[in-house]
């Protein structure tokens, strides 16, 4: 019988078993490019692991989505040197991440980074419980047009609207594009234009394509002390 990596993956991280991931990863890869693992594993089973998590279900704690996020971190990461190694990541922009205020679940965020410096994206992140301050100052100084906010539920997704209010406070309505993510958004799409965010996208794995199109929509103007191609 054919092994069912998915599953065998998803029971190491709910029993926080990151050598038993490592090595079920490992097997899932033998004969197929490692670069494989993330979209057809990884995300995959992260998005499951994160819906339990979401739901209060399936025994899911801080300390096995710690685990979790170091299992990620571990894919990425060798992922990341092997495309640095091959010279293939082209330059990109500065892109803003952190979660919202008031929001501690990093996870989503940490995904979504590494996918970006994957691409190549020169990622500000900024962590958890980040003010909408924090994000635009971060911005303006580094010449974002994109600022990516993190929150996994509505309570603390209101916070988006702050944010926006931020932009438009300072006058970058158009200039400083806001892509949301986290299962909120995923839930309830209609939120996203609701608390006046850009764009969204369900997985990290879309996360570069959607900041290149926020990158394009936003107007051409120089944010920063200078200009770098999306």
């Avoid at 301050?133 to 209101?158: H, P, Y």
């Amino acid at each position: 019988m054919e092994r069912n990596h998915f599953q065998e993956l998803l029971t190491a991280m709910e029993t926080a078993n990151r050598a038993g991931a490592a090595a079920i990863i490992e097997s899932w890869a033998e004969g197929r490019s490692f670069s494989r693992v993330v979209p057809d594993l990884l995300s995959p089973v992260l998005e499951t692991f994160g819906e339990s998590w979401a739901s209060g279900q399936g025994g899911v704690s801080l300390a096995t989505g710690y685990v979790a996020s170091k299992v990620a971190e571990d894919v990425l990461s060798r992922i990341l040197r092997e495309a640095g190694s091959l010279g293939t990541s082209p330059a990109r922009g500065p892109i803003v991440l952190g979660n919202v205020e008031d929001d501690f679940h990093p996870l989503g965020r940490k995904m979504v980074a590494a996918f970006l410096r994957a691409e190549g994206w020169d990622v500000r992140d900024l962590g958890v419980d980040v003010s909408a301050q924090q994000f635009l100052d971060t911005a303006m100084e580094s010449g974002a047009r994109v600022i990516g906010a993190s929150a996994m539920m509505f309570t603390t997704a209101k916070n988006v609207v702050k944010i926006r209010e931020e932009i438009d406070r300072r006058g970058q309505t158009g200039r400083i594009q806001l892509a949301v993510g986290g299962a909120v958004f995923k839930l309830r799409p209609e939120l996203v234009a609701t608390f006046g965010a850009d764009g969204t996208t369900p997985s990290a794995v879309g996360a570069s394509a959607l900041c290149h199109d926020l990158w394009q929509r936003s107007t051409h103007s120089a944010l920063g002390p200078e200009e770098v191609r999306p």
